[in-house]
């Protein structure tokens, strides 16, 4: 009969252990409390539910990152959590039911059938802010501006930040008539780059339009690009206008802000074409191939939920962070061994030296006093003169 590595794990699915775990707790609750002095609420949402509700507005790549079962109560197909951000849509849109501004945060363990990338795990620890009931760009700078907090605060260097628009594409592709085929292949070619695609997916359109599609493939650099834009896609419908406008007004406030940080546009980046409605955005360090935090807007998600408001937000890997910051995470050390005794008055000074944030180890029975070290503990409770006194550790 073959053996059964009972300890393995699967495929990107990890352990984290300590210290390594306290550090991510801790950075979690110092994210968390950065998130509140901003005046983001903070919520808790369910690992499992109807998968109907789960996957609203997402499109097909959540759908396929997210794990099925079936609910042997109702018989109705649920699933595992695989992002966040359209539970809290549904909270805000369905019970809050606020009317003006609402800001969310969240974090919690989110689980993938499918990797972002190869190299990414499954299990992440997903950790975002939502900000609903504003369409203005005001609100789009205010959550890239807290992001950016956020990657401060874990020392995260060298960051650099990839800006873009889904409306343009959108209303260009709305303008042309594009059925919904040939939108996706244009979409596809365009998110690769592929000139000579976007020059036969466009050949039988006006040729105002076809250029202004084909100009997407170009339009990518620096603050130069929207000044080009302004040029390039002059004839647009007034619809793309009014989106590269908010992207130069989130442009203006984020250069007035961070001065130094970098900033890169790309009118063909289409990330979440199917999710987001507006500007996207993703920060990105050297060395790494993927984003380490990302969002956008997503005005229209609170639809399904019965009430429509606009929405944007950011999410990041919690693991993900904590590896690529260089923030100092100050882990507790030290700690008092207690010994195993039934002595009333011992007990009530361990429960004093806890409340006063002592860390206090108690000893089990047959259990040796080098046990302590092992327990990282340097401190002792010994009875001396009747009365039980700390003191250092004396092995």
Same mark, same amino acid.
């Given at each position: 009969?073959?053996?059964?590595?009972?300890?393995?794990l699967p495929d990107g699915i990890e352990e984290v252990l300590p210290p390594e775990a306290t550090r991510i707790e801790i950075a979690r609750r110092q994210v968390l409390d950065l998130f509140q002095s901003w005046g983001y609420e903070f919520v808790v949402t369910p690992h499992i539910e109807y998968l109907e509700s789960l996957l609203t507005g997402a499109g097909q790549d959540l759908d396929l990152r997210t794990f099925k079962v079936v609910d042997p109560q109702s018989g109705r197909q649920m699933g595992f959590r695989a992002d966040i951000t359209p539970q809290v849509a549904r909270i805000d849109a369905h019970t809050l039911r606020r009317e003006g501004p609402t800001r969310l945060c969240y974090a919690g363990s989110v689980l993938h059938a499918q990797p972002r990338a190869l190299s990414t795990s499954r299990?992440?620890? =997903?950790?975002? #802010?939502?900000?609903?009931?504003?369409?203005?760009?005001?609100?789009? &700078?205010?959550?890239?501006?807290?992001?950016?907090?956020?990657?401060?605060?874990?020392?995260?260097?060298?960051?650099?930040?990839?800006?873009?628009?889904?409306?343009?594409?959108?209303?260009?592709?709305?303008?042309?008539?594009?059925?919904?085929? *040939?939108?996706?292949?244009?979409?596809?070619?365009?998110?690769?780059?592929?000139?000579?695609?976007?020059?036969?997916?466009?050949?039988?359109?006006?040729?105002?339009? #076809?250029?202004?599609?084909?100009?997407?493939?170009?339009?990518?650099?620096?603050?130069?690009?929207?000044?080009?834009?302004?040029?390039?896609?002059?004839?647009? !419908?007034?619809?793309?206008?009014?989106?590269?406008?908010?992207?130069?007004?989130?442009?203006?406030?984020?250069?007035?802000?961070?001065?130094?940080?970098?900033?890169?546009?790309?009118?063909?980046?289409?990330?979440?074409?199917?999710?987001?409605?507006? *500007?996207?955005?993703?920060?990105?360090?050297?060395? &790494?191939?993927?984003?380490?935090?990302?969002?956008?807007?997503?005005?229209?998600?609170?639809?399904?939920?019965?009430?429509?408001? !606009?929405?944007?937000?950011?999410?990041?890997?919690?693991?993900?962070? *904590?590896?690529?910051?260089?923030?100092?995470? &100050?882990?507790?050390?030290?700690?008092?061994?207690?010994?195993?005794?039934?002595? #009333?008055?011992?007990?009530?000074?361990?429960?004093?030296?806890?409340?006063?944030?002592?860390?206090?180890?108690? #000893?089990?029975?047959?259990?040796?006093?080098?046990?302590?070290?092992?327990?990282?503990?340097?401190? =002792?409770?010994?009875?001396?003169?009747?009365?039980? =006194?700390?003191? !250092?550790?004396?092995?």
């Amino acid at each position: 009969m073959a053996t059964v590595d009972r300890w393995l794990l699967p495929d990107g699915i990890e352990e984290v252990l300590p210290p390594e775990a306290t550090r991510i707790e801790i950075a979690r609750r110092q994210v968390l409390d950065l998130f509140q002095s901003w005046g983001y609420e903070f919520v808790v949402t369910p690992h499992i539910e109807y998968l109907e509700s789960l996957l609203t507005g997402a499109g097909q790549d959540l759908d396929l990152r997210t794990f099925k079962v079936v609910d042997p109560q109702s018989g109705r197909q649920m699933g595992f959590r695989a992002d966040i951000t359209p539970q809290v849509a549904r909270i805000d849109a369905h019970t809050l039911r606020r009317e003006g501004p609402t800001r969310l945060c969240y974090a919690g363990s989110v689980l993938h059938a499918q990797p972002r990338a190869l190299s990414t795990s499954r299990s992440p620890i =997903q950790l975002g #802010a939502e900000l609903y009931g504003d369409a203005s760009p005001v609100s789009d &700078v205010e959550v890239i501006s807290l992001m950016l907090a956020m990657l401060q605060l874990a020392d995260v260097s060298d960051v650099h930040m990839d800006l873009g628009h889904v409306g343009i594409y959108r209303g260009l592709a709305r303008a042309a008539g594009l059925s919904g085929a *040939v939108e996706q292949q244009l979409f596809d070619a365009l998110q690769r780059k592929a000139i000579d695609e976007v020059v036969a997916l466009t050949a039988n359109l006006p040729a105002d339009l #076809a250029g202004m599609l084909r100009a997407l493939t170009e339009l990518c650099g620096g603050r130069e690009v929207l000044e080009a834009a302004r040029v390039r896609l002059g004839r647009a !419908p007034a619809a793309v206008l009014a989106a590269l406008d908010d992207l130069m007004s989130i442009a203006d406030r984020l250069t007035s802000r961070y001065p130094d940080l970098p900033l890169y546009f790309d009118l063909g980046e289409l990330r979440g074409y199917h999710y987001h409605t507006g *500007v996207v955005f993703a920060a990105f360090v050297p060395g &790494v191939g993927q984003s380490i935090a990302q969002g956008g807007r997503y005005d229209d998600i609170g639809a399904d939920f019965g009430r429509a408001r !606009p929405a944007t937000g950011f999410s990041t890997d919690l693991k993900t962070l *904590v590896t690529l910051g260089r923030a100092e995470i &100050v882990l507790p050390t030290g700690g008092i061994w207690m010994p195993d005794s039934g002595d #009333a008055a011992l007990w009530q000074l361990v429960c004093q030296l806890r409340s006063d944030g002592q860390r206090v180890v108690q #000893a089990l029975p047959g259990q040796p006093l080098t046990a302590a070290i092992e327990a990282d503990c340097d401190r =002792q409770l010994i009875l001396q003169n009747g009365l039980w =006194q700390v003191l !250092p550790l004396a092995i």
